[in-house]
């Protein structure tokens, strides 16, 4: 990638961006805690009726469901990065998947290498933008194919788990010997 000539609205436009997609996950994290608050208490609700019978399936069941949608809502705001040293020449400025802005990539490499990597890259404005777009385009993949994706599982989960529930119940109240 070569940018000719460094410019004010290209780096506002990349901070702009780059604060969209920090708001994007911050979002995504509310709604999952709001998930995981409300399967916790719908589950908590549920199991001292366990002990009425006529209510049991359909409770078991919205039970069920809401554990499914709280490992969902907990596996989207759990920390997905590894913090295993990566083998040297995956830490090159060169390679694709490193972004030395990114403290999960960089916090192997001695700070004296590091700030060598950093004056490179701070020197050339074309790395410079290079690395941000590299920021900015792994935030976009992690919240599109994780965090949106659990957080939509999990909704659909919660959902399916109270209409399940509500079936559940309409056919033991209409077919009692169910």
């Known amino acids: 990638m070569h940018i000719q000539t460094p410019a004010v609205h290209v780096d506002h436009m990349l901070k702009q961006t780059r604060q969209h997609h920090v708001t994007l996950s911050s979002m995504a994290d509310a709604k ?11 589950a908590t609700l549920c199991l001292p009726q366990l002990s009425n019978l006529a209510y049991r399936p359909a409770l078991g069941t919205l039970m069920f469901f809401c554990l499914i949608t709280i490992f969902f809502a ?3 705001v759990m920390p997905k990065m590894s913090m295993a040293k990566r083998p040297d020449g995956d830490l090159e400025l060169s390679n694709p998947n490193f972004n030395p802005m990114f403290f999960g990539d960089f916090h192997t490499i001695k700070f004296d290498d ?3 990597m950093m004056e490179r890259t701070l020197n050339d404005s074309s790395l410079s933008y290079e690395i941000q777009l590299r920021e900015i385009y792994g935030l976009g993949q992690y919240l599109a194919k994780k965090k949106y994706r659990l957080l939509r599982y999990g909704y659909l989960t919660f959902l399916t788990g109270f209409g399940s529930a ?10 009692p010997s169910f």
């Open 114 to 116: 590091y700030l060598v």
């Open 32 to 42: 999952a805690n709001m998930l995981l608050t409300m399967s916790s208490v719908v």
């Open 166 to 175: 509500a079936v559940i119940l309409i056919i033991t109240m209409v077919m």
């Open 74 to 76: 907990c596996y989207a």
